[in-house]
Structures are given as structure tokens and as C-alpha cells.
């Protein structure tokens, strides 16, 4: 069978000119007695690089070994490392208590009624809630009436409102260290071939799609992060984690939370290990959310939360059972927030919120006594401690 497989062989080489080309730079021929011989050709041309292969002349250095290589050079592994993290359940997003939001203008009370008749007959209010642009409340029954719901409300009475809906958004769990920085997409934006907004590539990512960020620059007024070899993203569409698992000065235990006012993100640590980050949303101009060390002195699974921030008390907010509240900087608290559908940008009266599916998980991990570390990378946010009063959501 052996000599046969060998006959047939050569009777395909000689079919084919007498010639058969191998790796390298040799060639299989048949020779004058009818055996097969090898000769060195110096002409013949070198098979190709595998990727990972130095370029040591011994093969052609094009193709995917090209490609490894240029993106070596600019710091991006061949092939591109997934994260070595995943999101949490869903379940851990719903929320503990069905919200709605009140239908009442905003400069009116919303009026609280002791019985379903008398709240659609409008009469008989039995207390009210001031009127305000944020206004939310718990309930645990409803009632329909000509294409109206009517709610009872968790704390006795019945209101008009409307059902809520609220973000499924996700942090990352993380079994392991990343071995890049990485983020989240916070506005639809292109990406640009460079650093450059004069040279965008055709291709747009989506708010909140994840990235990997392997390189940073600053052009053009901005920060630049480089995603991928000839795509980069600009800082103001864009927020990311650099981790950093050494604790900062002052934190004594191997667990804390990081609060990046630039980033707009939360990164928390165990162990030397990067366990969950998320976008966050922190308090703006004027009520930061104050740099320093803090540590979370109380837990309360519902809070409800109301005030002003103005003397004429226009901007009154009452927000009743927000979920999974840790105090950490007086009133500042880290909670879940139910009314907001986006996270990346400052806009809170100081608190730091987050979606109930990263506060839920981080009540869960947090500890009364947890370090909270606060900081701004870029130094903007002020730090003198006469410029920040008690604080509010």
C-alpha cells in the first residue's frame, strides 16, 4: 500500500512537470531513475509569518503576523483580551417597591385622598405633597378610571400618579484584574481614525457599549482614548476605569470604593482586586459631592429623601423609598436612582447615584465602616470644606 501511495505520487509530479514545491526554499523533483530528490532553490519565495513570529528574514512578515505586530507596537494584544468580567443577575435590578411618579404640575401640590372614590372625585384630601420638579412615591395597590391610575400609596391614601419605568443598566462584575483600562460609551458618538476630530472612520459606537481603552492622548482641547488600531473615542463621549488596586493613603483595610468625580465612575476593591465598577452619577456646580476619605457610617435598605436647595424652594424634591442608601459624608450617600435613565454625567444635589442594579449589588458587598475614597484626577472640583454644607441626594 506504502509503495503504491509513493507511485502514485511521483506519477502526480511528473503530471505536473516533474516539480513539487515544499516549505522553505526546497522543491521535491524526480530524478533520472525515477526517484524523488530535493534541491535548494535560492530563488524560491518564504511561506508566510504565523502571527507572533519574529521578522528574522526566515518568512515573509505580512498578513496577520504584520498585523500582531503593528498592533504590539501600539500596545494592543494579538488577539484582543476579552474582560475578565460579566454583569450581574437581573434580578438584582428590580426594584423592592413599585414607584411612580406624581402627575401634578410642578408648581401644584399633589393632593393625597383617604379613599379611591374621593380621589376620583377629587374631594376630601386628607394631606398633600408640595409642589416641586421631582416627585416620586411608592405604592402597593392601583385602581384604573377612565384611562387614569390611582394609587395606594405605601403610606396610606390615594394619589393620582403614573406608574414608573426605570434603567436596566449594568455594571461589571469582575473575577479577575483587567490588564487595561476600560469604560463605558455615555453619548452616541463616530470614532475617528486619530486623535482628531477631522478624521472620523465611518464607524459610531452607542451609549452605553462597553470599551476597551488600550492608549490616551490629548489633542484638539480634549482627552483621546484609543479602542482599537485606527479608532479612538473623545473624553466627553466616553468614561473609563483605570484600575489601580493599591489602597490611596489613609485607608486602612483591604476594602474600599472609588468615586472618580471626572470619570463619572465607581470601582470597587478587595483583596488587591478590582470586584465592580459602574458609571455613577455625582453632584454638579455648585453641590459637588465633596473630595476626601470617608467611610460609610450607616445602611438603610428604603430612605426616603425630600428638600430644596433654593430660598424660594422651587426646586423641591421628594422622593419617597429610594433603595439601597449608604451614608458616607454626612447627607452624601451612595443609592440607587430610580428617576434617572442616564448615568455617566454629574447632575445629583451631591450624592453619588447609581442604578438599582449597582446599588443593590454594592449594599449587598458594602460593610458600615467600608472607606469611601472621593476624588477628581484633574483637580477642578473644589476641596476647601467651607464651600460644602450637609449635603443632599
Known sequence: MKNRYVTNLLVIIVILGGILILPGKS???????????TKEYDNFPLPLCLPGMPDDGTCLFYGPSQTAAEMKKIGIPYPIRELPAGHPPKEMGVMPVYIAKINSAEDQPALIYGSF??????????????PGTLRYVSYIDWQGHNGNAYLLLSTGGWMRASPA???????????????????????????????????????????????????????????WYQI??????????????????????????????????????????????????????????????RPGLFQIYKKLPLETMRGATTEDRSDFYY???????????????????????????PASHGCVNLSPTDAHWLYLWAEEGDYVWVHDPTGETPTDPDLYGPGAP
Open 165 to 223: 419605568v426605570y434603567t436596566d443598566f449594568q455594571g461589571l462584575v469582575f473575577y479577575d484584574n483587567p490588564h487595561n483600562d476600560f469604560g463605558w460609551v455615555v453619548n452616541e458618538t463616530p470614532t475617528y481614525k486619530q486623535p482628531s476630530y477631522a478624521e472620523p472612520n465611518g464607524d459610531n459606537l452607542i451609549r452605553e457599549e462597553i470599551i476597551q481603552v488600550y492608549n490616551q492622548v490629548e489633542a484638539e482641547g480634549a482627552i
Open 27 to 37: 522543491v521535491l523533483a524526480v530524478g533520472h531513475n525515477g526517484s524523488a530528490v
Open 228 to 289: 482599537a488600531p485606527n479608532k479612538w473615542v473623545d473624553s466627553n463621549k466616553a468614561k473609563i476605569v483605570s484600575v489601580n488596586p493599591t489602597p490611596p493613603e489613609g485607608i486602612k483595610s483591604d476594602r474600599w470604593i472609588e468615586i472618580n468625580l471626572f470619570q463619572q465612575t465607581i470601582a470597587v476593591y478587595e483583596d488587591g482586586q478590582l470586584k465592580y465598577a459602574s458609571l455613577v452619577t455625582s453632584g454638579i456646580a455648585p453641590l459637588y459631592t
Open 117 to 130: 372614590a374621593d380621589a376620583i372625585a377629587g374631594e376630601n384630601p386628607i394631606s398633600s405633597i408640595p
Open 319 to 345: 422622593l419617597q423609598d429610594v433603595p439601597w442608601t449608604m451614608y458616607f459624608d454626612e447627607a452624601r450617600a451612595l443609592h440607587a436612582a430610580y428617576w434617572r435613565t442616564h448615568f455617566g454625567y
